[in-house]
């Protein structure tokens, strides 16, 4: 006898819930005195697919609206348009790369708790028209109705053809290294 195959469960982002960051260093001597800007993400959507009770046969789509980057030091007004238009303009080019995809291609789980896992994603990071794989390692609480994802990532700002950026006329400037961070809560849509 075969066995049955549960179904996938669907779940998308919540991304008014969800925190996704990523934080730029200073290097250099600027870097004892700068800050190193740490931005939100806020147009992120994405689903993620999984057999409940097991995560088994999980996959994980997620696209990002690069322009929806924001800020999250205090600086001001003028800094901020300073940062914003190299960021936009000059490193990410967003108007030519608007998005940012993220696409697994395996995913392996392991029960750590009480309807806890930790997965490991492997997959393609597509971002300034260059595509890498990206590993992920992530924390996830399953709920019947929502999970919640916590980790972080790096990558080299020069992998995906970026420029690294100085503002201030040359006087900071930033590491390759990005790393980012997330909270992501997931709402099940297939009931």
């Known amino acids: 006898m075969t066995p049955v195959k549960e179904a996938l469960a669907l779940f998308s982002i919540d991304a008014a819930k969800s925190l996704f960051t990523v934080q730029a260093f200073a290097a250099g001597i600027a870097?004892?005195?700068?800050?190193?800007?740490?931005?939100?993400?806020?147009?992120?959507?994405?689903?993620?697919?999984?057999?409940?009770?097991?995560?088994?046969d999980a996959?994980?789509?997620?696209?990002?609206?690069?322009?929806?980057?924001?800020?999250?030091?205090?600086?001001?007004?003028?800094e901020r348009r300073e940062i914003e238009?190299?960021?936009?303009?000059?490193?990410?080019?967003?108007?030519?790369?608007?998005?940012a995809e993220y696409r697994s291609s395996n995913v392996t789980s392991t029960k750590v708790g009480e309807n806890m896992y930790?997965?490991?994603v492997k997959g393609d990071l597509t971002l300034h028209g260059i595509t890498r794989g990206v590993p992920l390692e992530s924390q996830v609480m399953v709920g019947d109705d929502s999970f919640r994802a916590q980790g972080s990532f790096a990558i080299s700002q020069l992998d995906f053809g970026l420029k690294i950026a100085s503002v201030a006329g040359g006087t900071l400037k930033i590491k390759d290294e990005l790393k980012f961070v997330y909270f992501i809560l997931g709402r099940r849509c297939d009931r």
């Open 31 to 56: 870097s004892v005195v700068a800050h190193s800007p740490k931005f939100a993400i806020r147009d992120i959507v994405g689903d993620i697919r999984f057999v409940p009770g097991s995560l088994q």
């Open 85 to 99: 238009r190299v960021m936009f303009d000059e490193v990410l080019e967003n108007r030519r790369y608007p998005k």
């Open 59 to 78: 996959s994980v789509e997620l696209a990002i609206n690069v322009g929806s980057l924001e800020i999250m030091d205090e600086v001001s007004v003028s």
């Open 118 to 120: 930790r997965l490991n």
